[in-house]
């Protein structure tokens, strides 16, 4: 059972990643995956969810409008994508699961990925 983020890499400035959060040896209909992120020298801190029914909360001001979580159910995956990338967005970012219903808060996430890292520089 676990979970393996990918697609992280380098990006210029207003550029786009997409991340994958992707599950084995289990199913991720049943929760709540959630994105966090941390930046050197900062806390890890809650970017956006996506709860089992598929609603998604945004959990930082700064990715409202420029980043969306999605579920693909067929490949078992959960999709972060990207846009308009700031230098600010650069951290490794970690999915993680949790019971159906989203939560900022890191500690009630059970399984988590091993982090992709995300470097936004010109």
């Known amino acids: 059972v676990q979970l393996q983020a990918s697609g992280g890499g380098l990006v210029q400035p207003g550029g786009s990643l997409r991340l994958s959060c992707a599950a084995s040896g289990f199913r991720l209909d049943y929760y709540a995956i959630g994105w966090f992120r941390q930046a050197p020298g900062k806390e890890r801190e809650g970017v956006l969810c996506?709860?089992?029914?598929?609603?998604?909360?945004a959990y930082l001001n700064s990715v409202k409008g420029r980043f969306t979580i999605s579920r693909d159910r067929r490949q078992n995956t959960v999709i972060l994508q990207m846009n308009s990338l700031t230098p600010e967005d650069t951290a490794v970012y970690y999915c993680?699961?949790?019971?159906?219903?989203?939560?900022?808060?890191?500690?009630?996430?059970?399984?988590w990925g091993q982090g992709t890292q995300v470097t936004v520089s010109s």
């Open positions: 993680a699961t949790k019971g159906d219903r989203c939560s900022g808060h890191e500690e009630e996430y059970d399984i």
């Open positions: 996506i709860s089992s029914s598929d609603a998604p909360i």
